[in-house]
């Protein structure tokens, strides 16, 4: 039996080292796909190193996703490289253009280019139903994207699709509505609010500045949203999925839920800042997991609480962590 073998572009973010750990488990030969840079971060997969092989590409330069396809032979390409911080795409938004929309479509045709029977995931996002048209948001909702990240990832959502009718490939989109963990990067709120509450618990800090308190997410764990890329690619023909928790829950739920975690009264802490108000807000995102669930078999396992319970006790011990080393 042939070992199945994944690249994932993305692989030093949070889904791309929990997507590397699920493989792992899996008994796949994992590469990831890492930028060169002067400043390498590799701190999510650090604990992987030994056990997964890093290789220098660009999704902007197609000869080196070409030479790369052709060198590690994947089974399965999963692309969650973008940039994906919403309010830098306002202001960076040729970058996130670039690297959002058109490098899935350099990929892609690397793809079929080098092996067409590669099996190709694209991460695709509630972002692109944006001004919500209809609630809860499903696979056939129409798309309203209010940012350029939105705009880029709904191209890169309609190219993937293009490429599986036009030339038969194996590529789905998983699109995946927000998911948290430890891991998250510190700009992002859910992130933002834990790690603030652990400073806050431990002396470190008197208050937390916040934008709109009133924008509603539905909040999942990433843990469990890699589970459904894979899944995807297992099946007998290539879909598209929304993979969501069904259940929405606003900044001001996220924020109570965090510092009630810790005994504090949230209202004494936070302060809202028009600096975080986005030029454009997305009010409400809640996702129809229903088709994923039955043909995926796939459903989350961690709730919200318990999700937010998780990441402030992963910041407490990290913020503890440096205060012994201090």
């Not at 960076?92 to 929309?101: G, M, N």
């Not at 995931?121 to 909702?141: C, D, H, I, N, W």
């Not at 209010?146 to 030339?167: A, D, F, L, M, Q």
């Not at 809640?286 to 609480?305: I, Q, T």
Request: proline residues 3%; aromatic residues 12%; negative net charge.
């Amino acid at each position: 039996m042939t070992r199945n073998v994944a690249l994932v572009t993305g692989v030093t973010g949070q889904d791309g080292s929990y997507l590397a750990e699920f493989l792992l488990e899996q008994g796949y030969k994992v590469f990831g796909m890492v930028r060169r840079s002067s400043e390498e971060k590799f701190e999510r997969i650090s604990h992987l190193m030994d056990r997964i092989e890093l290789v220098q590409g660009d999704l902007l330069d197609q000869f080196s996703l070409i030479s790369i396809l052709q060198e590690t032979k994947p089974t399965e390409v999963y692309n969650l490289a973008a940039q994906s911080f919403v309010p830098t795409s306002w202001k960076q938004p040729v970058l996130t253009s670039e690297f959002t929309a058109l490098g899935v479509t350099k990929l892609l045709e690397s793809v079929r280019l080098v092996d067409r029977s590669i099996r190709f995931y694209q991460a695709s996002s509630s972002e692109m139903f944006g001004k919500v048209r209809e609630t809860p948001q499903t696979e056939l909702t129409p798309f309203y994207p209010r940012s350029p990240y939105g705009v880029s990832k709904v191209y890169g959502h309609y190219i993937t699709v293009n490429y599986r009718e036009s030339y038969g490939m194996f590529a789905a989109s998983g699109i995946l509505f927000n998911h948290e963990s430890p891991r998250r990067g510190l700009e992002f709120v859910t992130r933002k609010v834990t790690d603030g509450v652990a400073r806050i618990k431990l002396g470190l800090a008197d208050e937390l500045r916040l934008g709109n308190l009133e924008a509603k997410r539905d909040w999942g764990f990433a843990g469990d949203y890699v589970r459904a890329m894979w899944l995807m690619l297992q099946q007998s023909k290539p879909d598209d999925y929304v993979i969501s928790t069904g259940e929405t829950h606003s900044v001001r739920d996220l924020v109570k839920a965090a510092f009630g975690y810790v005994d504090l009264d949230w209202e004494r802490y936070v302060k809202v800042d028009k600096a975080f108000l986005r030029p454009a807000e997305v009010d409400l995102l809640v996702g129809d997991y229903s088709k994923a669930k039955r043909d995926l078999g796939w459903e989350p396992s961690v709730s919200f609480e318990q999700m937010i319970h998780m990441m402030v006790d992963a910041d407490m011990a990290r913020l503890e962590g440096n205060k012994t080393t201090a």
